[in-house]
């Protein structure tokens, strides 16, 4: 069965800072991840979608990163923002099979 | 294009009632999840249907939730009795069920209070 962790739970840093998310998975037999940004009391909002043959997909300022064979993906946020503060969940998917999420790092960008 | 449309967003009820969610999938997309999002926690898959079968309901507990999606379209979610133990939010999600890498687009989520 996937399993899927998010270090660190919860991370602050002041606007202007480079940042990384981490995302590690059991299972290799991955078919795709997903990144989702939540904000308190909404649903879950997609930001990028890595398939088991790419390495990395790009979005604006952010950039993730997937690693079939160590189990980890990144999410790689430039220059942050107060806007950017949310909940960010990673999951795992296999084809049309229910993703499997982590718990969630919880960002705060001061301004 | 409209999203994934959930209603309704809240819903506080007393331990024993009934409730039901509703939600209408994008347009198109032959694949509905509902998911169970407890506080501080990632989403739980509680069924995926498949146009109008609902082809993994493993993690339902069947004794007081059902799900429905007639049509293949909309699909309602129901709990009865509820417990204190359900509140928590309730997530519909769709993807085109074609193939590719299949990307799910979530709704707004229903949050249950059971008091």
């Known amino acids: 069965k996937q399993e899927v962790t998010q270090i660190p739970a919860a991370l602050s840093v002041p606007e202007g800072e480079n940042l990384v998310l981490n995302c590690s998975f059991t299972d290799s037999a991955i078919y795709n991840l997903q990144w989702f940004r939540q904000d308190p009391g909404k649903g879950l909002t997609s930001l990028l979608l890595i398939q088991s043959s790419q390495r990395e997909q790009t979005s604006g300022r952010l950039n993730a990163s997937l690693d079939k064979s160590s189990g980890r993906s990144t999410l790689y946020i430039a220059a942050s923002q107060p806007g950017d503060s949310a909940t960010y969940l990673c999951?795992?998917?296999?084809?049309?099979?229910?993703?499997?999420f982590g718990s969630g790092t919880r960002l705060q960008v001061q301004p | 294009e409209a999203g994934v449309v959930q209603s309704p967003r809240y819903k506080i009820i007393e331990k024993k009632q009934p409730v039901a969610f509703w939600c209408n999938p994008i347009s198109g997309h032959n694949t509905l999840y509902w998911y169970l999002q407890n506080l501080g926690q990632g989403p739980e898959l509680l069924i995926r249907?498949?146009?109008?079968?609902?082809?993994?309901d493993s993690q339902l507990p069947k004794d007081r939730f059902s799900a429905e999606r007639l049509k293949g379209v909309d699909s309602t979610l129901k709990i009865q009795p509820a417990e204190l133990g359900d509140s928590a939010v309730y997530l519909c999600?769709?993807?085109?069920?074609?193939?590719?890498?299949?990307?799910?687009?979530f709704g707004p989520g229903t949050r249950l209070t059971v008091t």
């Open positions: 999600a769709s993807s085109s069920g074609q193939s590719g890498p299949d990307e799910q687009y």
């Open positions: 249907y498949e146009n109008e079968e609902a082809v993994d």
């Open positions: 999951a795992g998917g296999e084809g049309r099979r229910a993703l499997t």
